[in-house]
Each structure stands twice: as C-alpha cells, then as structure tokens.
C-alpha cells in the first residue's frame, strides 16, 4: 500500500486531470455553439434564429446552451465577440518587424479590410450587432479588440513622429468610423483596391501635416480665446 502521502498526491493529481477535462470539454462545448449560433444569424438573421434551431444546428440539448448562455441575446453577444477577436487577431498576424509605425497603420487597415470580407462578418458586427446589442455593448467589445490594435497604432505613430500629435480619442474614432464604412462598401460591392488606396492617401495625408503643424496638437478656438 502507497504511504498516505503518496496517495494523496495521486488523488490530487487525478482531480487535476479531471478538471482540466471538464474544461476541455466545456471550452469545446461553448465553441461549438457559438459556431452552430454564427452559422444561423448569418444564414437567417438574429430576429428569425430561435434557441431550438440553434440546439438542432449543435446538435446538443437545451440544457448544455442554458448552461453557457442564459438566452439568445447572450449567445449573439459571444458570436459578435468572437468576430471582433479574429479581426483583432488578423490584424495582429499582419505585422512585421521592421515596419515603420505609419507602415503598420497601412498594414493593419488592409488587413482588416480583407477580413471583414469574411462572410457574415459585416452584418453581425457592423449592422446586427449594434441594433441588437446596443451601441454601448459594441463599443465595449471594439475597445477590447480592433480598437485596442488601432489606438496603440496611432500612439506608435505619433510618439515617432510618423503622425502629428492629435487628440488620440478623436482620431480613433474617426479612423474607426472610416475602416468601418469601408468594409461596408467592399461588402456591396466596391473594390476592395481602390478602398484601400483612398484609406493610404487618407493616413498618408495625415503623415504630411507634421511638417506644417508641428508636433503640437491642433488648439480649439474656444482654447485660444
């Protein structure tokens, strides 16, 4: 017989391996819903997917989706997520050492173009999930992912000197808002070429007023009053 030592590591290390199987196969349990969930929002739209279908299209009970999400709205929330990650992370694999802090800009925003081209990938993150969600809970999701990459962008930029120093909020905003548009228009059908060449004259356009407005950001007329 093992000392009692002994056997009370092995039990420990049996209930380790245990949990970690429980999480394995909850992780993969929550992935597959979430895939069976995109697959029918893009297919059919948030208002007309019910739980049921998404059970059937899982192939899972009603009980293992109550159990990672308390109803639909939660599901279509991680299925937006989610999106929002692997464009995060598409943008992240574009980069390259070596590249120029405005280099990377340029790279970043093609890349998000061309994964935005991803099928359904507008519609639940552009156009269904800021009606469902609510504009808050988008924004949110943004800040933690595409945005994050984009600020951190355009503080490289201007901390180099590649950019002019801007209020950093600001030109996040607007440089979303235009990447945003643009992935709308390559998905009705504009050329994905001639979008990104207007976004590097736009970016690069910016780069050439560090020569005329020096390193300092531009003053409100109510601040120069």
């Known amino acids: 017989m093992l000392p009692y030592r002994l056997n009370k590591q092995a039990d420990c290390m049996q209930v380790g391996i245990a ?25 059919q739209g948030y208002a007309l997917t019910s739980t049921p279908a998404i059970v059937a299209e899982a192939g899972v009970t009603r009980g293992a989706l109550y159990h990672h999400f308390p109803d639909k709205r939660a599901i279509f929330e991680a299925v937006v997520t989610a999106e929002a990650a692997a464009v995060a992370d598409a ?11 405005l280099a990377r800009l340029l ?3 093609a890349a998000y173009v061309e994964t935005m081209r991803e099928a359904g990938r507008v519609q639940l993150l552009l156009v269904e999930g800021p009606a469902v969600l609510g ?26 000197g590649d950019l002019p120093v801007m209020p950093i909020d600001a030109v996040a905003t607007l440089l979303s808002a235009m990447f945003e548009r643009a992935a709308m228009e390559v998905a009705e059908g504009m050329s994905p070429s001639d979008i990104l060449l207007a976004i590097e004259q736009i970016v690069g356009g910016l780069a050439t ?4 407005l020096g390193r300092r950001p531009p003053q409100s007329t109510a601040a120069t009053a």
């Open 19 to 43: 949990r970690r199987r429980n999480a394995d196969r909850s992780a993969e349990m929550r992935s597959r819903l979430i895939a069976a969930a995109r697959r029918l929002f893009v297919r």
């Open 91 to 101: 943008i992240g694999a574009a980069d390259a050492a070596g590249m120029s802090a």
């Open 107 to 109: 790279v970043g925003a």
């Open 135 to 160: 504009r808050d809970t988008v924004r949110r999701i943004e800040a933690q992912h595409g945005d994050a990459s984009l600020r951190v962008g355009l503080e490289e930029a201007m901390a180099v």
């Open 209 to 212: 007023l560090n020569g005329r």
